[in-house]
């Protein structure tokens, strides 16, 4: 069976020499030394200032929002994994839907002004597959109306954007380190945060809201053990050779993939793309469904994603969002992983190909 991803696993004698430094402290989590380090490597190899390791990428994004004290509407995309909206639910605030703009998957800024109300207080948008949202026209409407920007950035580990992270935007970019993203600590993500005191925040908030006896706010059980921070290490020194592997598979897939009615992503050239989907795009759902079908039953694997549309779950008022909705309906991502082989990638497109010839 071929899985639509792979998490990747160091050499296991790599991950062990962790395991014997844990061991000989019995230190295993409250931010021990591995943590700490991984966390100043992280600050190097993305070159930020203010970044918060965290259990993962939804408790990353209801810190961000609590800590920069967002209240009433949060406008956000229709067009992203389910926890961008369910974290704003969580932090007991309101989220509106701007439809995405067809061609980068992102929020259309152009939406964005129109739903402003006196009740607004942030813009949350994702870096759809780690193609960067329009961020000067965003970062231009929240000036304007003293709105705050966060950036779900769970795809875009390792994007550059006019020569540096482009986690470095927005007041704070959030990160998921999950097994099946592009680098992983098996379950954790990241706050990367540009004000310092809304970072000192968080700091508390990440582990109970005191430090010793001293008790300064409400706080949650946010840190990262030692044993997902090794698995960081281990893999943090690998992310552009996986990036390099991915998109070697990313040109295999087009090559094969030629000829068919599916059209893809457009890479623009002034980023460092990270390569971490491989999304295809179908003239219709029937075709899509139809391939999904014929794929499954070959023993291969491919994800709906996203779907849906965020604005149509079912425990919220619907909100029309037509690019978003057309597009969840036609998308499939296929199987995407460091050592993919080229007989799989040629079987995946073969079976592609042959789900169009069946009608
Ligand atoms: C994976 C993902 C998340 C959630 O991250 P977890 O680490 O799984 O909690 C949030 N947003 C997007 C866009 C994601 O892809």
Redo the contacts with the bound molecule.
Sequence with gaps: MINVTKTFLPPLDEYIKYLEKIWDTSWVTNQGPLAEELENRLKEFLDVRNLLLVT???IA?QLAIRALDLKGEIITTPY??V??TTSILWENCNPIFCDIEKNSFCIDPANIEKAITENTSAILA?HVYGFPCDIEKIQAIADKHNLKVIY?G??AFGVKYKDQSLLNFGDISTV???AT?LFHTI???AVIVKDEKVAEKIFLYRAFGHLDDEYFSIGINGRTSEFHAAMGLCNLSRVYDFIEKRKKINLMYKEYLDGTPLSFPVISENIFYNYSYFPVFFLTPESMLSAKQLLSENGINTRRYFYPSLNKLPYLNYSECPVSEFTAERVLCLPLYNDLGIDHIKKIALIINKSFNLK
């Design positions: 993962n990428g939804t994004l992203s994994y926890a961008t994702t779900d769970a795809h998921s380190f999950h993203k379950e954790g993500g």
